[in-house]
């Protein structure tokens, strides 16, 4: 370990500042204990913001010097957000500008040069906001974006930290709960659904797709956000399916929607006899629909935040682009870039490969990238070739974490020690 | 592999018929492949009924001997049930006497002289009714059943393969998403439901309680369907471990019941705006609760069959079991014994022993053993010391299945070669 530099002033090395935010996934913090080991490397101190932006804002600073190597080359294998993530979105400069000369406050009593904000498009924005601080009120500091989403929506980069690993466990879950529907389709369950993330964005749906390879393969049918559902095609479908196979196993992203923009499951919500809200969910609503028109025994999976802190089913390749996005962060903000994200190249689909560039944060910010109509078949119930060359390298390998003797994952607790306030309170 | 003897008359072998009966499990096809395996060290020809007993009331065998050895020891590492199951219940000799003649009919013609039939309690009914045809319709079949059940209820065995791996599925899911809710409760999700199996009995939901360690780690809550459900209890102690802890993770038996013997998940069923059921589980009905009451964010999971097919995550001392109740069954079988179970004895906590013991079916058959009210803490919400040494070990170790270059894993799927047919169609 390496003792901090006691740094006052402008002439010292100044601190990294890093931070979660949005949805967390299963190797966000591989990506900080690439970002922490790299800047030890370096002799930099890191601190960590508590629950992102909103620990910058409340001056909740963590100082990871505290920590052992053995703890942060364990956060490396730990799912969800070791620091703690917010779900905060800075407005522009004119309409949050209390906001923003806190923050700068908060970065000039820390010695804060540089802050890597590790989020997705929303994420981004906000770096590219901060980014300009140096510029609009005399503050200079590098602001870095790090790729991290499961919803692999990022513009630029090939593909998102965080989206191989929930990909893997949906084609392991759904290949697995298919053999399971299968033993059993003579006298109980037909049609199963398995409702995936995805809101907007239909590539966790089409990493299910990876579960079967041939044509009477589970998945029979994927139901992606971006296509139109139509619940005739959809019925017809299945029958079809049980009629041909004997049963029907369905991926349904939690975003389809119906032709008048409305969410199928904002649409099957109710209140129950009791007056209570009815947390409807894709899976229930369409396991309901073909259960009454079709009259065939259902069954249904929801597995919400399963999917996406699944550590223990973690890609390799996730692990290692999550890794190398840190690792190359620091680097760029230690060479003085500013207002950028390392994203993923890919530079060749068979042998695999890729490697990290950089982009400006003004071409990752607020865009999203869905999935192309070429990925997905003609009759919109599957995935082409071209989706399946893409997917598949992304969910390659095995990185389980270690486990202890009673059989769990040795997952670790950080002590997050505060770093001692130098100022008042700020009121939001 | 072993040439099958062409066997005619009383004087021959015979041919050991085996069955998959009822939900299946991770490890249901390591237990098969333990049976084949013994078997074909004995030079016995085992016969696969497809759909459990459905398979040998319609004479629709599986000849095992058509697959390789390799494909056998595959099926060791691959979930669901290779052969198919049913959830198919034989009536009394008087009530049901076509269908008890039929397969009479149908071992004498294939020469089956011995009957592994692999379920839980309902299973061992079944199997104790054949064990009773040599003495009441003189065809001398030697019936023995083998333990597999994901709810761990059956009578007399310590533990039932197929449950370890469920606990430990169980157990590693919720230590990884309570991680993602605790990073993100500052400002999105305080309270998270994941349901689990268990209609009757309690043993998975008090699996998830292995999940942590301290007092405030989660699961905070844990629904067993043995006590009462009483909303208002709930609800304050949600409310007090969110004040406390930041948030709530709960794991919910789907069998937890109102004071007036209702399934909370059935009260809360209904039908949507469209007019079509609402499937309900505990989780969404659990949720709405809390978010209608309480105020408080929810999310929910109910990972339904992924949970008792995730072989990806099974635990080796569960595969042990299964493996080492198959291979006994096989040997009880060649023994000359009839309407017995090989079943589990622990013989030693600490370090965990087991051997292989012999119970009789009738101690067996038709009897559910729940989780004794000393598993569960005072206040109903937890498990205690008791239940944590009797649970923990069956979770221990990790037995992956291979994976392929791809990321996936390898299950195989067998040939299941039908056995020519000798009879005439049975009409059922």
């Known amino acids: 370990m390496h003792a901090t530099p006691k740094t006052t002033g402008p002439a010292s090395p100044g601190k990294l500042l890093y931070a979660q935010s949005g949805g967390v996934t299963a190797v966000i913090n591989a990506t900080a204990a690439a970002v922490i080991e790299t800047c030890r490397k370096h002799k930099v101190t890191v601190y960590a913001a508590r629950n992102g932006i909103l620990g910058a804002l409340r001056e909740d600073l963590i100082d990871t010097t505290k920590e052992t190597p053995a703890a942060i080359r364990g956060l490396a294998h730990t799912p969800g957000g070791a620091f703690g993530s917010c779900r905060v979105k800075l407005k522009s400069l004119e309409d949050d500008r209390a906001k923003y000369e806190r923050l700068i406050e908060v ?41 991290k ?125 009791f007056g209570h809200t009815q947390l409807g969910g894709v899976a229930p609503a369409l396991a309901g629909m073909v259960r009454d028109k079709l009259k065939l025994k259902t069954h249904w999976a929801m597995p919400d935040y399963l999917q996406r802190s699944a550590r223990h089913i973690a890609s390799k390749t996730d692990l290692d682009q999550a890794l190398a996005v840190g690792k190359a962060a620091v680097e760029l903000a230690l060479a003085g870039e500013n207002a950028v994200m390392p994203v993923i190249a890919r530079t060749s689909d068979s042998p695999y490969r890729w490697k990290i560039q950089t982009a400006k944060l003004d071409k990752i910010a607020n865009r999203e990238k869905k999935l192309p109509r070429a990925f997905v078949s003609k009759d ?29 994952p040795e997952y670790v607790t950080l002590k997050n020690t505060a770093v001692k306030k130098k100022l008042s309170v700020f009121a939001m």
Chains 1, 2 share one sequence.
């Not at 540089?114 to 200079?140: C, Q, V």
């Not at 398995?194 to 393969?217: C, F």
């Open 380 to 408: 919109g119930f599957h995935i082409t070739a071209a989706a399946r060359k893409y997917l598949s390298p992304l969910i390659r390998g095995e990185a389980p974490p270690p486990y202890d003797r009673n059989g769990l």
């Open 107 to 147: 970065f000039r009593a820390h010695d804060i040069r540089w802050f890597l904000y590790n989020g997705g498009n929303d994420s981004a924005d906000t770096a590219l906001k901060l980014s300009r601080l140096g510029k609009t009120m005399g503050y200079d500091i590098r602001c870095i974006g790090v790729p």
């Open 149 to 273: 989403t499961v919803d692999n929506d990022l513009a630029v980069t090939d593909c998102c930290p965080g989206f191989g690993s929930v990909a893997k466990y949906t084609a392991v879950s759904l290949r697995e709960c298919a053999l399971d529907v299968m033993s059993m389709m003579d006298t109980s369950t037909k049609v199963f659904v398995m409702e995936v993330m995805g809101r907007h964005a239909g590539w966790i749906a089409a990493s299910a797709g990876l579960a079967g390879e041939g044509s009477d393969d589970a998945p029979h049918i994927i139901l992606f956000p971006e296509l139109e559902f139509d619940p005739e095609k959809f019925r017809a479908r299945v029958r079809e399916t049980v009629d041909r196979v004997g049963c029907c196993v369905i991926a349904a992203s939690e975003g389809i929607k119906y032709a008048d923009g409305k969410f199928v499951a904002d649409a099957h919500a109710g209140t129950d006899a």
